[in-house]
């Protein structure tokens, strides 16, 4: 039998972040799709082999776990550069949308076809994966975590990579042995307290009661921690994330300086970058659009802060709220400042925006090596010992 690999997902409504095998394992995609509709132009294997494999998914996918099953995909950097292009809703439930499905079996598929763990036959891979990933809060408390698992677990999902580079023909049947849906909040916490093996290394933090506010594309959480475990119901979710603040900037560049930009990756770029931040070319001259950036990120931050006093009214005996998410990274400055000039709130963020991003997954990642790691009985060690004398 095959041994199952582990891989923990966090579909973002922005992007997918997921470590498979090993936690450096780390995949990044946007979460973009879209349904192909007229027929890719194929191009020569050479030609097309020079290409990023991460900027060229395109996949037929089955499984009984799709409302649509068996249409033509491209996915992330590639599903961008079209005009029927699906990206989530503010409002949608994550758990229902075969969006979701669509980016994990991407993900997985190309770790499938990626890795030696599994044997290829045919130019066809059976992979089999033990899954830990999340859902937002307010999913779980409606139940929709028990029939996404299911959904997942219940049948064989089927990627077929058609004109992708080096794996273009290629198949991989996915199965699951174990999936593991953890609320998203909750997943910071532990992710903030433990360290990989799931040893406590923040024990001040522990048993205080404490928020956290995930700021991401598309959506914010705020977690409520107490008696080691989330609150749900003090737990709120908003349907506000960065991408509408994102979609602004661009706009308001393209009215005031002419300038289109692609996507709202090239304005984070513009917002966050090290070296001439705040500045677009415009006619071959260097231009600061700092005003632009400026007001609009404000008037989100306003919003996220509003969040916060509003759940920390009803959660008054918190001790500090962490902000973590993509969101996070870009409106620390404007938070930290209005916090200043208002409440004076225990506020913490993390130095390193990576940090913020990779939150969940990590967090998943901890959580299911740990489950791995309980569930094995000391038989298989052994077991693995014999094969690996027989080899
Ligand atoms: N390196 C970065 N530095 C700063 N901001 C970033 C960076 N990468 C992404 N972002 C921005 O942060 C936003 C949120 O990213 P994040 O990955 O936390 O969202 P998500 O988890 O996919 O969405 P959601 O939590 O709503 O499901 C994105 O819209 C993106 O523009
Ligand atoms: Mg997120």
């Not at 990206?87 to 990626?114: H, N, R």
């Not at 231009?287 to 007001?295: F, G, P, Q, R, S």
């Not at 990779?358 to 959580?367: E, G, I, T, V």
Request: charged fraction near 30%; charge should be negative.
């Amino acid at each position: 039998m095959v041994k199952s690999r582990v891989a923990a997902v966090d579909v973002g409504n922005d992007a997918l972040k997921g470590n498979f095998g090993k936690l450096e394992n780390e995949l990044y995609i946007p979460n973009v799709i879209a349904p192909d509709l007229e027929d890719r132009p194929v191009i020569g294997i050479e030609e097309l082999d020079q290409k990023d494999v991460l900027d060229n998914i395109h996949i037929r996918v089955h499984s009984p776990a799709l409302d649509e099953n068996g249409i033509i995909y491209r996915v992330g950097n590639l599903a961008t550069k079209t005009t029927n292009s699906q990206e989530l809703d503010p409002g949608s439930s994550k758990s229902e949308e075969d969006q979701t499905l669509i980016m994990l079996f991407a993900a997985l598929a190309l770790d499938a076809v990626s890795t030696e763990d599994f044997k290829e036959k045919n130019q066809v891979i059976d992979a089999l994966y033990t899954l830990g990933t999340g859902l937002p809060l307010r999913e779980v408390k409606e139940g929709k975590d028990v029939g996404y698992r299911s959904e997942l677990l219940g049948s064989v999902h089927q990627v077929e990579f058609l004109i992708t580079p080096r794996y273009q023909g290629k198949k991989v049947n996915i199965k699951f042995e174990e999936v593991k849906v953890y609320p998203e909040g909750f997943a910071a916490y532990v992710n903030l307290i433990m360290d990989n093996e799931l040893k406590v290394i923040n024990k001040e933090l522990i048993d205080k009661q404490i928020l956290i506010q995930d700021i991401g594309g598309l959506s914010t959480d705020i977690a409520v921690i107490r008696n080691r475990n989330v609150d749900d119901d003090k737990a709120q979710g908003f349907n506000l994330g960065v991408s509408e603040s994102l979609e602004d900037i661009r706009e308001e560049i393209r009215s005031k300086h002419g300038v289109e930009l692609d996507s709202r990756r090239d304005v984070v770029d513009i917002i966050t970058r090290k070296n001439d931040r705040h500045h677009i070319m415009v006619k071959g001259s260097r231009t600061n659009v700092h005003d632009i950036t400026d007001h609009i990120l404000l008037e989100l931050a306003k919003k996220e802060y509003r969040f916060l006093r509003n759940v920390w009214a009803k959660n008054s005996q918190s001790e500090i709220c962490y902000f973590v998410g993509g969101g996070s990274a870009v409106l620390k400055d404007y938070i930290k400042a209005l916090n200043n000039k208002l409440d004076g709130f225990n506020i913490e963020f993390f130095e390193d925006e990576n940090e913020s991003i990779w939150m969940m997954a990590n967090a998943y990642y901890k959580l299911i090596s740990d489950f791995i790691r309980k569930a094995e009985p000391v038989k298989d060690t052994k077991e693995e010992k014999a094969t690996s004398k027989a080899k």
